[in-house]
T-cell receptor, first 112, second 113 residues
Framework: NAGVTQTPKFQVLKTGQSMTLQCAQDMNHNSMYWYRQDPGMGLRLIYYSASEGTTDKGEVPNGYNVSRLNKREFSLRLESAAPSQTSVYFC???????????FGPGTRLTVL | GESVGLHLPTLSVQEGDNSIINCAYSNSASDYFIWYKQESGKGPQFIIDIRSNMDKRQGQRVTVLLNKTVKHLSLQIAATQPGDSAVYFCAEYSGGSNYKLTFGKGTLLTVNP
């Protein structure tokens, strides 16, 4: 089991560029989540997906879109990147019936 | 609004000592609480959780205490080791079917050899 994988690990964008952050899990989990982590702050939920085919907004969804492509994959898209989106992005998944969320290694994004 | 906060942003201890990391929460309706450990450059890793109807829960070298009267949560690490150096987050779950967590800002634990 690879667990939760994220690509890329690092990315630098210019303001206005677009990109998609990829996340995949091989644990057959239904629920998946996208968080951002800024210096000195805890993780903030951007979007989540309770199951394949469903997505919902979290605490800070503005400027982002998501796609739950299938049970394994949950992608996060920035259509027009802004410097305020400079952050570390974490994807997580959760098995049914358990409280624990399993996190990926993160993507460090810098928007110039 | 509801929030999960931490009393101390940093904690430095000697190897072998016990560590106590504190967390204050404001949502009295939270169902359970989780402690996560995040090492530098890695994603958060689950340590232990506790349901709101419990006062104490023990794991391997870790104990979580929940005081609902003062809305306070603590993580105790026994015989702290250098490998315990990390940022520790508490998170709360306040209900709903999608298990959304609210995270605190984190405490940096440094273990000195």
């Amino acid at each position: 089991n690879a667990g939760v994988t994220q690509t890329p690990k690092f990315q630098v964008l210019k303001t206005g560029q677009s990109m998609t952050l990829q996340c995949a899990q091989d644990m057959n989990h239904n629920s998946m989540y996208w968080y951002r982590q800024d210096p000195g702050m805890g993780l903030r939920l951007i979007y989540y997906s309770a199951s394949e085919g469903t997505t919902d907004k979290g605490e800070v969804p503005n400027g982002y879109n998501v796609s739950r492509l299938n049970k394994r994959e949950f992608s996060l898209r920035l259509e027009s990147a802004a410097p305020s989106q400079t952050s570390v992005y974490f994807c997580a998944s959760r098995p049914p019936g358990l409280n624990e969320q399993f996190f990926g290694p993160g993507t460090r994004l810098t928007v110039l | 609004g509801e929030s999960v906060g931490l009393h101390l942003p940093t904690l430095s201890v000697q190897e072998g000592d016990n560590s106590i990391i504190n967390c204050a929460y404001s949502n009295s309706a939270s169902d359970y609480f989780i402690w996560y450990k995040q090492e530098s450059g890695k994603g958060p890793q689950f340590i232990i959780d506790i349901r709101s109807n419990m006062d104490k829960r023990q794991g391997q070298r870790v104990t979580v205490l929940l005081n609902k009267t003062v809305k306070h949560l603590s993580l105790q690490i026994a015989a702290t080791q250098p490998g315990d150096s990390a940022v520790y987050f508490c998170a709360e779950y306040s209900g709903g079917s999608n298990y959304k967590l609210t995270f605190g800002k984190g405490t940096l634990l440094t273990v000195n050899p």
